[in-house]
């Protein structure tokens, strides 16, 4: 009698398996709001910078919906006026990645690219630290707060920034200038981290999938100062390195 009920246990603990998998991969409903990095720049050019090479339309190819209002140049209030009405109580996946703007990073790599001494560069890196330190917690978390608010059931997940330089021979600043800029941007994920945090969204970390692939390397996955959309991801950064981030669980 066991034997013979043994072949109906795995069928069902098989039919089980398959449900849950089926569920696991149910297509969502997803919106993606942020700046350049994550409309997309450095992939290609499109309205608001957004571009089918950016790491939310790569992800997007496996969604049911999804809603694109990430754009270049967005600071956290910009995020906040602008974008989150997109998101609504279908939505089941949230993108962020945003940040960076309020702390000038246009300005404060324009500054160490062109200053006269190194010493000028790390007083710009240390202004947009104050900034990152004392304000981007809170906009970070008003944002989540916003989407929550949006989305009670949804996940939020906002993602960082990489290191622009990293190690390397190939570099358009010296050692001091990019060291300096890299650490800048290792305040600014943490302070990012506190504020996603708050109100329970996941912060993703794509430092540790750029290792090796910075301005400076042999490999850069980012894009050099002279090109369009300077300092952002290359397609393969976005493809290989956020999105990879972004998809693991």
């Known amino acids: 009698m066991r034997r013979s009920l043994l072949p109906l246990l795995l069928a069902i603990a098989a039919t089980l398996g398959l449900t849950q998998a089926a569920t696991a991969a149910e297509p969502v409903d997803y919106v993606a709001l942020g700046d350049s990095y994550a409309a997309g720049v450095g992939a290609g050019t499109g ?45 089941d996946l949230v993108t962020i990645t945003v940040g960076g703007n309020d702390t000038g990073f246009a300005p404060v790599l324009a500054r160490c690219s062109t200053a006269p001494t190194d010493e000028a560069c790390d007083q710009a890196v240390r202004t947009g630290e104050r900034v990152a330190r004392y304000v981007v917690p809170s906009a970070v978390a008003a944002v989540v707060l916003a989407v929550r608010a949006q989305a009670p059931r949804a996940r939020v997940v906002v993602l960082g920034y990489p290191h622009l ?17 890299d650490a800048g941007a290792d305040v600014l994920n943490d302070r990012i981290a506190t504020g996603a945090r708050r109100w329970g969204a996941e912060f993703v970390d794509v430092r540790p999938a750029f290792t090796g692939h910075g301005l400076c390397s042999a490999d850069p996955w980012i894009v050099g100062p002279t090109a369009p959309g300077a300092y952002h991801p290359t397609a393969t950064g976005y493809a290989r390195g956020y999105l990879p981030a972004l998809s693991r669980p």
């Open 47 to 91: 309205e608001c910078g957004r571009t089918d090479a950016g790491y939310p339309a790569l992800y997007a190819a496996s969604v049911r919906s999804f809603t694109f209002v990430a754009c270049s140049g967005a600071t956290t209030a910009g995020v906040l006026r602008k974008q989150v009405r997109a998101v609504s109580r279908d939505t």
């Open 165 to 181: 330089f990293g190690e390397g021979d190939a570099c358009p600043l010296n050692p001091v200038r990019r060291a300096r800029l």
